[in-house]
């Protein structure tokens, strides 16, 4: 099992997708986050980290802050046809993060889509620091 599996898991909701993400830290909760969609959309391992894309968001609190991010991920996945690799969080509080994301573009060719994540939802979204570290909560339409 790969270190970012580790780092979130499934749980059951019908006709959507839940998952929770863990991180030590807020950033590596976000990075962990961010990885896991890509992981849940395709075989990670198969994207390289040739182009990077900024991008930077805000929220009214935590949670806004957690969806707004994973929406922008989504965004760059189904808008732009851009398979993250890697991600670095350059700043990031309650109200505002920014990013840098090393991957490339969806090649048909190359990245099999194992499943459509078509968007991410407030509905129980949380997210909440622990004894262990961040945990963040989601529930994508797919």
């Not at 099992?1 to 839940?18: E, K, P, Q, V, Y």
């Not at 929220?59 to 991920?73: K, P, W």
């Not at 969080?89 to 090393?102: K, S």
């Amino acid at each position: 099992m790969s270190m970012i599996n580790r780092r979130f898991r499934l749980f059951d909701h019908t006709a959507d997708l839940g998952v929770e993400f863990f991180g030590p830290t807020r950033e590596e909760l976000y990075v962990c986050a961010a990885l896991a969609v890509v992981a849940l959309i395709t075989h990670a391992d198969c994207v390289s980290p040739d182009q990077e894309k900024h991008f930077s968001v805000e929220g009214a609190d935590e949670t806004d802050l957690f969806v707004n991010f994973l929406r922008e991920v989504l965004y760059l996945i189904n808008g732009e046809r851009f398979l993250p690799k890697t991600v670095a969080i350059n700043a990031c509080d309650a109200y505002r993060l920014t990013a840098i994301l090393h991957g490339e573009h969806i090649n048909t060719q190359k990245h099999l889509i194992n499943k459509e994540i078509k968007a991410v939802t407030y509905h129980k979204a949380a997210v909440e620091k622990t004894e262990q570290g961040w945990k963040g909560r989601i529930i994508f339409d797919v």
